[in-house]
């Protein structure tokens, strides 16, 4: 994340929200209890994605998708992100 970040892959907004995807995934990777994305630590970290605040990802949401399939819809608007990047 910091070397894509640091080749200009990347912007501010990217890093924080894939910062906040690798908190959310060793959450999930680390926990000895049953969480789901409802729990604390996951939803304070899901909530605060820059991604949200797109408009594609509105305009899903609006659809009242579960928390775990708006999360993937978050973790597609950035692999698209990504994937059209040019430099």
Known sequence: IRM???LGIVNDETEQDLNRLR???NVFAHSVENITFSTEAIAK???TL???ESQTYKDIAAVSFSPASMFVVAVTIIYWRLVDHKP
Do not use: K, L, M
């Open 4 to 6: 894509a970040r640091g």
């Open 23 to 25: 908190s959310i995934r």
């Open 45 to 47: 970290n899901y909530a």
């Open 50 to 52: 820059n991604v949200v």
